[in-house]
């Protein structure tokens, strides 16, 4: 499709497009905060209970590089 193999496709969304998927969650949570009016430690907590799950799969893929390197 338009000069790239599956592979290239495949690589590009789940680099760029799962990290662009992560950052409309941040934005989602912080839509919530601010439409509960949670305040900036409810803000936190929010962030921290819903982001955690986040800060988990971008820590998967440093571990992952840093053990064995990206493989293709």
Do not use: D
Request: aromatic share 18%; no cysteine; charged share 10%.
């Amino acid at each position: 499709m338009f000069g790239f193999s599956e592979e290239q496709i495949a690589t590009f969304g789940l680099s760029f497009g799962v990290g662009a998927f992560m950052l409309y969650m941040v934005f989602i949570i912080i839509q919530l905060a601010r439409e509960s009016k949670a305040g900036r430690f409810g803000t936190f907590i929010l962030l921290l209970g819903l982001g955690f799950g986040l800060v988990g799969y971008a820590a998967k893929g440093v571990i992952k590089y840093f053990l064995g390197g990206l493989e293709h």
